[in-house]
């Protein structure tokens, strides 16, 4: 019987240690403003672009973008970080990348968003160097396409129920319906109503309060909206407030910003508010950490939705390569993050299609990066 022999690492590639790290700020425009509960907004959010360069010639490419008031992030915060971290990066192996994320907490612990990019950049890197994309290093391709969610903002109830009509019709059959910011439950209400009656029966419709309303108004929203078939997704600010709601309504429940560790997914399957529950990378600290999270989550049980906080083609490709190493019954969706937003960084990165999406095949992250639009880099560690 004939065997092929699996790619090997090069004798050069295995001995390559990281020369240079560069760093952009970019602004991201989305597409349609993002309103959320709690006044918190989405609409031009600046995203951080960093490149590993080696000795070998190779570039890995990591990206992080946190949203303003969603998580203990900011995008100037990533350089500082990274620079702290530089006697750590520069010289390091770039191969195996958990090895060198290890190095990285001992130095400064605690930065994980900062890290986040960092990681994933490691993981381009070792892609590259073995011919694999990456999702074959994380234990193969599990499915050729993955299902999408639409991400539909908090306005008036007919609007939101056009969005998700115009959604539907592009093959999307999970709609993520964001509540809570005009501030009065009713309203709340009519949001899930016009979308369950815009879709039909049978599509995953959710409300998203993104950690911004009272138990009270969750819990008056979740009892009027039982007869739906919807599921609630992170309504409060603390787990034990999540399931007095979860309690309260008897409604599945899905984990967002809440859910950033071991423990906080521990808690929450505890508490039995996880149903489901998003997977960011910058929530965890990279696709290394996110990988660990999604092992957890399967243990468990929940339903995942592989993704991260808002990025564009880089963080997107990295999230899609975890989601397809993933089995298919638990990923619950992943996200075109960089199709809500504007520019494309990577003119062959992955785009929807028919309410799917396909990971890259190439080396690595699969995607070129159009430096072009990138401009001068910001901060330049050598």
């Not at 990456?134 to 939101?160: F, K």
């Not at 600010?237 to 984990?255: H, I, N, W, Y």
């Amino acid at each position: 019987m004939n065997r092929i022999a699996p790619p090997a690492l090069s004798a050069v590639a295995i001995g390559q240690r990281i020369t240079r790290l560069r760093l952009w700020h970019v602004p991201l425009t989305s597409h349609t403003a993002y309103y959320m509960a709690d006044g918190k907004t989405c609409d031009t959010v600046e995203t951080v672009i960093i490149a590993v360069d080696t000795d070998a010639g190779l570039t890995g490419w990591g990206e992080v973008c946190p949203i303003p008031h969603y998580l203990p992030a900011y995008a100037r915060g990533v350089a500082p970080a990274l620079q702290e971290l530089a006697q750590v990066i520069l010289g390091g192996d770039p191969i195996g990348a958990e090895a060198l994320m290890a190095r990285a907490d001992v130095f400064l612990p605690g930065h994980v968003y900062a890290k986040s990019a960092l990681d994933i950049a490691l993981w381009d890197i070792t892609g590259q160097s073995a011919g694999l994309p990456i999702h074959a290093l994380m234990g193969g391709r599990r499915q050729d396409t993955l299902p999408l969610y639409h991400s539909i903002t908090c306005v008036e109830p007919d609007e939101m129920a056009r969005i998700a009509r115009d959604a539907q019709a592009q093959g999307i059959t999970q709609f993520q319906a964001k509540l809570g910011a005009s501030g009065d439950w009713q309203t709340d209400v009519e949001r899930l109503a016009t979308v369950r009656e815009a879709v039909g029966s049978g599509p995953l419709v959710y409300g998203d309060w993104n950690c911004g309303a009272t138990t009270l108004d969750a819990i008056r929203v979740g009892r009027s909206a039982a007869y739906l078939d919807v599921m609630l997704e992170a309504p409060c600010a603390t787990l034990e407030d999540c399931a007095r709601v979860q309690s309260a309504t008897g409604l599945p429940m899905k984990m967002d910003e809440l859910a950033h560790d071991t423990g906080s997914l521990l808690a929450a399957h505890r508490l039995g508010v996880m149903d489901a529950v998003a997977l960011k990378l910058s929530k965890f600290g990279g696709l290394s950490a996110t990988r660990r999270a999604r092992d957890l989550c399967l243990h468990l049980g929940a339903k995942m939705c592989i993704e991260c906080t808002w990025g564009s083609d880089i963080v997107t490709a990295a999230a899609l390569h975890l989601g397809a190493a993933s089995p298919p019954t638990r990923l619950l969706n992943v996200c075109d993050l960089s199709g809500y937003v504007s520019p494309r960084l990577a003119p062959d990165a992955p785009t929807r299609a028919v309410g799917r999406i396909a990971p890259p095949d190439g080396p690595g992250l699969g995607i070129t990066i159009d430096e072009d639009r990138l401009g001068t880099p910001d901060l330049i560690l050598d």
